[in-house]
């Protein structure tokens, strides 16, 4: 399969190499940011080992990259995807990270009871149905980007989490307003950042963050755009998207 169906392609400034399927879905800026804003919260957070589950790995894109920053950190990836675990696991050896990252073929609607309230973070870039979505040709590409059920995706991945546990998710703006009602039952000190196609139009993503029994304010964070005035990618996107890491928290 690998011979004529993937491509490699290097992230972090070549730092990381990922293999990819020419077809289907293919990293963004999603998986990247998400990480790069994970890998701030624990640089802040200086815990001495941290235990993280990443929901929906996919080929390993975030599991990579917070693997990269983290010297103390135990990483599961799930995944239900046969294609998708046997290329994550190319990707793992291929970066040796095989003692950080424990890859898992698991499903999160329906939860191995040894893995409930064991994580001290989840991290998730939870694919979702828009019943305007038109469906792919490609059944990879729709396995990845739709599913039916978000907020059993979202309450099942709380169930993971220890008590004080944080989860962090990208989704696309307008479905704040619903991923707040599912969370907000076992989570709360909720932390908003928007990110921005450019000054002129509004938030297209968001990177929000739970804390499972929190109960401090929410927080609407500064947030980033992605392009500047001359349709060039910001500074501050670079600089993240290079590095894998937002230094601001």
Known sequence: ????????????????????????????????????????????????????????????????????????INITAIENNNTYLEIANENIIRNNFQKKINLMQGDIFNIDNDLMNRFDIVVTNPPFYDRKQKKSENELENYATRIINYESWIENSVKLLRDKGIIFLII?????????????????????????????????????????????????????????????????????SDNGIFTFL
Request: avoid cysteine; charge should be positive.
């Open 172 to 240: 696309p703006t307008r479905l704040l307003e619903k991923s707040l009602k599912f969370l907000s039952t076992k989570t709360g000190s909720f932390k908003i950042f928007p990110i921005w196609p450019n000054q002129k139009k509004s938030s297209k993503r968001l990177i929000l963050f739970a804390k499972k029994g929190g109960a401090s304010p929410t927080e609407l964070m500064s947030g980033m755009r992605l392009l500047n005035n001359r349709g060039k990618i910001t500074k501050k996107a670079r600089t993240y």
């Open 1 to 72: 399969m690998f011979a004529t169906n993937f491509t490699v392609d290097k992230i972090l400034r070549g730092k990381i190499s990922i293999i990819q399927l020419k077809k289907g879905f293919r990293y963004g800026f999603d998986a990247v940011f998400l990480a790069s804003f994970v890998n701030g919260y624990l640089k802040k957070l200086k815990k001495k080992k941290i235990s993280l589950v990443d929901v929906g790995s996919g080929v390993g894109t975030i599991s990579l990259i917070i693997a990269y920053q983290n010297d103390k």
